[in-house]
């Protein structure tokens, strides 16, 4: 059994859905692979628009008729019956009608709206495979044991879930599921979702559960790349990269994987493979625990938006479990720092922006002075090669002489090199790096 997960723009139009549902169909050899889908492209960000109107002093409705034009018309160019979503459309309506100020877009709401996006590609999509001969049935991950944690926006995969994946999807039935990415539920039935970029994660998680011989993600590049190639134009394939390089990628900002995909794959082993919906016969990236002798480096990474927290004092040396008490400061406001560095006198973490960090802040400040740098980004060269480069930092340094480093720090698995630059400088600071180190 195969897992098979198709990313927004590889479903964006009835085109795209012809040509993955070929792709599909070049696999159902020995049985059925289980396709996850994401929403249409541009449907998240709407549906979130669609959610935040009110607050914006919008009016909500344009965007409600934008994201049923965008659906009809997707269903009208693969001949397909208008009604198919319309319930889930008119439940869409139901929901953002609730929402008359800021007050009420709390997070559990927010998912339930995000969650209509893949509710209504998993249905097209089945329909239009159906209509092409393949048995296939959508189905909503949450009525497929997807149940999950109640931290919406961000929920995780409770343990209990594999065992009722592997009961509704393990077995090789007549019909092909096409599955919702992205979306769950908790224990009390309500939706939550994965975080953006959350259906990579599905399919990992289904491929474990089910105990997949291989997982599939059918993104809009030839794989992993040796940078982000809307950054870096003549960024090259990787063509085998280890779960731990491809966990870190994820981690430091390679949007072509969700952070968490690699791990439920690690769990069991599973090969993943990145592949180009937009160029099928390309070999993509694969992804395996072991790599062989490959001492190189694999990829530049980027993470825009952080900001960097400069906790000083200068009696921290002296002061018994002073970081200690930073960090539980920071777990108390639920914040996970990205990166950290320490120095007798200062310790500098860095986190993503958009996090809310004015109480913690004011608790920090009753220990040490705090100061924070906002419109930062984290520049990271990955790959298990680094160990044996001795002139790893003199290189970068050198080829970064006219950025200024904020911050640098190095992963203890020593896959991970990475700093913290001014956000203006990252786009550069990639491109310098990739010529340093990639010759172009
Ligand atoms: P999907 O909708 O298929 O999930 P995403 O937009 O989430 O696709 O991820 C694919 C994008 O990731 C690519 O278009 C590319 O711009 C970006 N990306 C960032 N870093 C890398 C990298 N190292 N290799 C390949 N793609 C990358
Ligand atoms: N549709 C969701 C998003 O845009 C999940 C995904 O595409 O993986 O974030
Ligand atoms: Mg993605």
Redesign the pocket.
Known sequence: MIVMK?????IGSAEQIRKATAIVRSRMGKGNPIVVV?AL?GVTDALIALANGPQAGRHAEGKLDWIRERHYKVISDLGLKKGLIDKELSQLDKSASRINGPGDITPKVLDTIMSFGERMSSRIIAAHMAESGIPAAACDAYDAGMLTNSDFGNADILPGAYRLIRAALGKDGPDLHVVTGFIGKNGRGEITTLGR?G??YTASIIGAAVGAERIE?????D????????IVKS?RNVRLVSYAEASE?AFI????LHPKTILPAISKNIPVRILNTFNPSHRGTTIVRCIGNRKRIA?I?CKRRISVINIHTPKMFLMHGFLRRVFETFDMFGLSVDMVSTSEVNVSVTLDQRHDTRGLVKELEKIAEVEIKSNMAMVSVVGNGLAYRTDLLSRIFSTLSSVAVEMTSSSTSEINQSLVVKDGDADDAVRHLHKAFFGS
């Open positions: 198709f990313g927004g723009t590889s994401s492209s970029g259906s990579d993600i059918w993104t809009d590049v794989g992993i790349m040796t940078a982000d190639p809307r960024a990628l900002g390679a949007k072509v990829s990474a």
